[in-house]
């Protein structure tokens, strides 16, 4: 079965700016998760969504950061104005629903780097 | 907060069983443990899990104690391409927050040749 796909790959932009990065989930799996991935830490969970709701986004700083999943199948995370803090990786994950015994499926990322 | 404390790195000969320590102390009966591992510049993978008993899948085998305050995640013939941050972490069954999977640190394991 094909992977949880992200783009773009990296993305380097300067701080006030704004960025958006895509994912598309494995056919099929209802949940979707966005994580944030700082530079020698574990990844921390962002939002998640179950088919198009949001079903946890209290880590997300709403301030700047915002994420939809129209139609409950790819979804966006949008950062508006980037600050340097937020260089980091942004993984995507997915699995079918919201307690899965096998686990989650995660892309490979998105590198961002703020300057 | 991560509940579970790994050490932060391990070395291990290419070859050889390579045994990661996890310590779960606080961990609740219906809590299950589980393992992931993150390979440089990829998302982190699903190794194994378990509640109570020892598992063993096509990856790795993971073992709990009886009193299930820590478990070893073991992968018995470790390659070159097992060098990775490999993830314990605890995970409730369902239902509200303690489903998420929260990462730690981990543990950076090197396999040298």
């Known amino acids: 079965e094909a992977g949880v796909a992200q783009s773009p790959r990296y993305k380097i932009i300067e701080k006030r700016q704004s960025v958006a990065f895509w994912c598309n989930p494995i056919?099929?799996?209802?949940?979707l998760y966005w994580y944030q991935q700082i530079l020698g830490q574990g990844p921390k969970l962002l939002i998640q969504f179950q088919n198009n709701g949001v079903v946890d986004d209290s880590q997300l700083p709403k301030d700047r950061f915002s994420a939809e999943r129209l139609k409950g199948v790819d979804s966006t995370l949008k950062i508006q104005p980037a600050k340097l803090e937020d260089s980091a990786v942004y993984l995507c994950a997915s699995s079918l629903d919201l307690s899965p015994p096998g686990g989650y499926t995660f892309g490979s990322g998105t590198r961002l780097t703020v300057v | 907060d991560a509940k579970t404390t790994q050490p932060p790195s391990m070395d291990c000969a290419e070859g050889r069983a390579a045994n990661l320590p996890c310590n779960h102390s606080?961990?609740?009966?219906?809590?299950?443990v589980y393992w992931y591992r993150q390979i440089h510049s990829q998302g982190p993978q699903y190794i194994i899990h378990?509640?109570?008993n020892n598992e063993t899948n096509e990856m790795a085998s993971l073992i709990i104690t009886e009193d299930r305050k820590s478990s070893t995640l073991i992968l018995p013939h470790a390659t070159l391409r097992d060098t990775a941050v490999y993830y314990c972490?605890?995970?409730?069954?369902?239902?509200?927050?303690?489903?998420?999977?929260?990462f730690g640190k981990g543990t950076l394991l090197t396999v040298n040749p």
């Open positions: 378990g509640l109570k």
């Open positions: 972490i605890v995970r409730g069954s369902s239902g509200g927050s303690n489903y998420k999977l929260t």
């Open positions: 606080t961990i609740s009966g219906n809590e299950y």
């Open positions: 056919s099929g799996h209802a949940t």
